[in-house]
């Protein structure tokens, strides 16, 4: 390994990524976990919630399972926004430290 | 109401001959210009973003998924909804916990990651097998759909469809390697998205435009517990179970994650799975209401009759408010749909066999670009026969749990040792190769053992394994092992290859 990789390696800059993009995809696979598992534990066990009628004959399950489909997109678009504006430029800046030696 | 399926009809022929022609046409193209391995496998990593989605799309959305979900919606009515959600939520995570690293550490393969720091043979012969036999079911589930889908509706023995797939396939992937199947991919996806779009229009149209008054028509006819939660999810833990197979599955779906090599780079990976999600997601948003119509419409006797399964709910509503010339596109689209999931599945078993086994297990990395393609395109025959072989064997036979298997391998078998491989330092050689063989094992033994095989299929009274889908068990028993071997054996390279590793997973350095 040379010198300029050991020293990105161990700048706190380096770490201080992998942390956050650690954080910031686990916070939303927990999210989407909470979201999806929820939405499966709910019909198994609170039939009547899901067969509530909210129009005529639409129902909260029916909106539900859209709901889940519509959010797991929201959040693959959260994670794309905050790659965009967070995480490239911090990988720029450190692939320039790496070519700069 | 009288029905054309199950004869050939003038524009059934014509779409697909035109859908035939113009995917020849384009693989004639990419033949020119593959030269290289890199050419065959990754399509040059010159696909945009927006092209890789669309094909990502193409390659996950399977007749069985239009045909199959359409027909549970229109026969059960919400059950088949809670199906539909659960096929799409696999791609946040994967968007979340692979997709980067995987585009930044690979070549061609997911082995390639795997086995990055790790001892080659042992870690690429494992990966491989993990990978071909996840491929082996999910053709075989594709290829005993296709047989049966192509005689219903074009009327056509079923060993003469399972033969032409497998012959059509074949010029894609042996001329055309991943710049055709990548194209084939993208028309594929194009067509079966606005053939749906059409069919949704239609049956909306017949509503006002309002789905409100497409669910009272539905409730009016089979009563409002056709809109409610049925007899599908009753056991929360069956449900989770199934849920973790269909969501984790995709992080191991070998002919999924080669499509991240064919961009540029992490970027475009990232945007690509943003696409993907998106045409996925409107797919199986708009896909019930094509079920709800189908049972409003023609009626659940009916779709029944032509086929017990309901995967004709489609093409008849199409006929119905279409016409004749509508159901011949729509079958075309079906067919060319099986054509596109095949030749991807075909391209990602042969990658395994040549990149994975020839090129490394064997030649150790020392095979010159000219052998590697040649290998490769017989490791494409070898695969298209076994695929076209393994339809003509099971014919007749119920493999609708095959695909449910793939997942449940794929789950349990590849993402366990990809994500350990990615994350943790302290993986070795000794736990990719237990992880995977564990996680193989103890997937297709349960399933073996659980009521949809052991009762299902072989009738006996009580299942020994009480769920239907293991995933919950052997997923986890595929990470344990991995843990547990990887802390018995000590593999100190492997630990100091993990910092240089680190520079290419989250910075690209390095990256191909």
Same mark, same amino acid.
């Given at each position: 390994?040379?010198?300029?990789? @050991? ?12 942390? &956050?993009?650690?954080? *910031? ?31 005529? !004959? ?38 320039? &430290?790496?070519?700069?030696? | ?31 020119? =210009?593959? =030269? ?80 990055? $720091?790790? $001892?080659? =043979? ?15 079911f999910?053709?075989?589930? %594709? ?31 042996? !001329? ?8 084939? %991919? ?20 017949? !509503? ?12 009016? =006819? ?23 197979a ?15 090599? *064919? ?73 060319? /749909? ?24 064997? $030649?150790?990395?020392?095979? /010159? ?32 749990f095959m695909?449910g298997l793939?997942?449940a391998v794929?789950?349990s ?11 943790? @330092? ?16 103890l997937s297709v033994l349960l399933i073996v053992l659980s009521p949809t095989i052991w ?8 299942a020994?394994f009480?769920l239907r889908n293991p995933a919950?068990?052997s ?22 290859? !993990? ?14």
């Amino acid at each position: 390994m040379n010198v300029s990789h @050991r020293e990105v390696l161990n700048a706190p800059e380096f770490r201080q990524l992998v942390a &956050r993009r650690w954080r *910031t995809s686990l916070i939303l696979t927990a999210l989407l976990f909470l979201g999806y598992y929820g939405y499966i534990v709910l019909i198994a066990t609170n039939r009547q919630l899901l067969s509530h009628r909210v129009g005529a !004959f639409t129902n909260v399950g029916i909106l539900l399972a859209a709901a889940v489909i519509v959010g797991a997109w929201v959040l693959t678009a959260i994670y794309v926004v905050w790659a965009n504006r967070h995480y490239d430029p911090d990988v720029a800046r450190l692939r320039a &430290r790496v070519r700069g030696n | 109401m009288q029905t054309s399926l199950g004869t050939p009809t003038l524009s059934a022929i014509v779409c697909f001959l035109v859908i035939v022609a113009l995917t020849l046409a384009v693989t004639y193209w990419a033949a020119q =210009r593959t =030269r290289s391995t890199s050419d065959f496998y990754a399509a040059g990593r010159s696909v945009s973003p927006l092209q890789n989605g669309l094909a990502l799309a193409g390659d996950y959305m399977s007749a069985a998924s239009f045909l199959g979900i359409t027909g549970l919606v229109a026969l059960r009515g919400y059950d088949g909804m809670i199906y539909a959600t659960g096929w799409l939520v696999g791609w946040p995570a994967l968007m979340f916990l692979i997709a980067e690293p995987l585009r930044n550490l690979g070549k061609f393969t997911f082995a390639d990651v795997v086995a990055f $720091r790790l $001892r080659q =043979r042992p870690v690429r012969i494992a990966s491989a097998f993990g990978g071909i036999l996840t491929l082996l079911f999910y053709v075989l589930a %594709q290829m005993v759909g296709a047989g049966n889908l192509i005689t219903l509706m074009f009327g056509l023995p079923y060993e003469w469809a399972v033969l032409s797939v497998g012959v059509v396939m074949l010029a894609y992937v042996l !001329f055309g390697g991943m710049i055709a199947t990548t194209w084939v %991919q993208i028309i594929k996806a194009i067509l079966l998205l606005f053939g749906v779009t059409v069919l949704t229009g239609l049956v909306l149209s017949r !509503f006002h435009f309002s789905l409100g008054e497409l669910y009272g028509a539905v409730s009016a =006819r089979y009563g409002q517990t056709a809109l409610e939660p049925g007899g599908l999810v009753t056991d929360p833990i069956d449900a989770i179970s199934l849920g973790l197979a269909l969501m984790f599955g995709l992080l191991g779906l070998p002919h999924i994650l080669m499509r991240f090599y *064919t961009v540029p780079d992490a970027r475009a990976a990232r945007k690509s799975v943003l696409y993907a999600t998106g045409f996925i997601g409107y797919f199986y948003l708009i896909i019930p209401i094509v079920g709800f119509g189908a049972s409003a419409l023609v009626g659940r006797e009916i779709i029944r009759k032509v086929d017990s399964g309901g995967n004709m709910a489609a093409p008849l509503v199409a006929e119905l408010l279409g016409g004749t010339p509508f159901l011949g596109f729509i079958a075309a689209v079906a067919f060319a /749909t099986i054509l596109a999931v095949v030749a991807g599945l075909t391209l990602a078993g042969a990658s395994a066999l040549s990149h994975d086994i020839f090129t490394h297990a064997i $030649r150790n990395g020392k095979a /010159t670009e000219q052998e590697q393609i040649r290998v490769a395109r017989v490791a494409t025959v070898v695969f298209g026969a076994v695929a076209v072989l393994l339809g003509i064997l099971f014919k007749g036979q119920n493999v609708a749990f095959m695909v449910g298997l793939a997942f449940a391998v794929a789950a349990s078998a590849n993402f366990p040792a990809l994500l350990m491989s990615i994350v943790w @330092r302290r993986f070795n050689t000794a736990g990719a190769v237990c992880s995977i063989a564990v996680g193989a094992f103890l997937s297709v033994l349960l399933i073996v053992l659980s009521p949809t095989i052991w009762v299902d299929l072989l009738h006996h009274t009580a299942a020994i394994f009480p769920l239907r889908n293991p995933a919950i068990i052997s997923m986890p028993a595929g990470f344990l092992a991995g843990l547990v071997a990887s802390l018995l054996v000590s593999e100190p390279e492997a630990e100091e290859m !993990f910092h240089e590793e680190k520079l290419r997973t989250y910075l690209g350095i390095g990256a191909e």
